[in-house]
Structure formats: C-alpha cells, structure tokens
C-alpha cells in the first residue's frame, strides 16, 4: 500500500452540510476500497487564484490516505462524476512528505507571532 494525498475543490454554492455529505461521500468511498484514512482536512472556503466556472472562490479539503493504486482510479473517478467538484489532485507521497505531514498535523510550523511594540517618534529620533 503506498501513501497518498488528495486535495479537492467543492463548488462554494453549495450549503455547509451539502459540503460535509460530500466530504464524507469520498470517505466512503476511499473506506470501501479498504484504504487507510490517515487524516481529513476541511480548509474552508478559499479565494482561487484564477476563476474556475466562473467562480471566484471554493471550500478546499485534504485527505490523506494509504491504499492500493488501482484506488486512486476509483476515487477520481468519482471525483469526475460529481459535479460539485471543481478540481482535484492527488499525489503520491514520499517518506519526507510523510514526515512533514505528520509534523504539521501536530502543529509543528504554526508560528505563535507576537506583535511587534512599535517605536514612538522620540526613540526613532534618539
């Protein structure tokens, strides 16, 4: 089984629980081809960076699995069928993608910035 992930836009018309159903639709359909369902990653609706079907923005989501190849064919083969799906891309993961996401998942890179103090005018002239 060789590790995978996939990252798909769902078309921003549709309503919070229509995107949730459609999520958990590939879910499914990733779980009934006995694939491991690693991690589920809803980013929310997002602005794309060119239009898409004349739309300007989509919820973006990310799963991350392991499977047999031919799995890879199902799911986009649903992905294609779907017509709430505006794009979609899956990749095969190497060990240092395996590693790096497994650091981000548990927050590794998120940085915790605190604000700058800013100078007053008198210490930027002293």
Avoid: C
């Amino acid at each position: 089984m060789k590790n995978y992930e996939t990252v798909f836009i769902l078309n921003p018309v549709l309503s919070e629980d229509q995107m949730k159903d459609t999520v958990e639709k590939f879910v499914k359909v990733l779980k009934k081809a006995k694939a491991d369902v690693v991690n589920i990653e809803q980013w929310g609706l997002r602005k794309l960076a060119y239009p898409i079907q004349h739309k300007s923005t989509g919820f973006y989501n990310l799963i991350e699995f392991s499977a047999a190849p031919e799995v890879v064919n199902t799911l986009e083969t649903e992905y294609r069928r779907d017509e709430s799906v505006m794009r979609f891309l899956t990749i095969s993961l190497d060990k240092h993608a395996l590693a790096y996401n497994e650091r981000r998942r548990k927050g590794e890179f998120k940085k915790d910035r605190k604000p700058v103090a800013k100078k007053t005018r008198e210490e930027q002239e002293a």
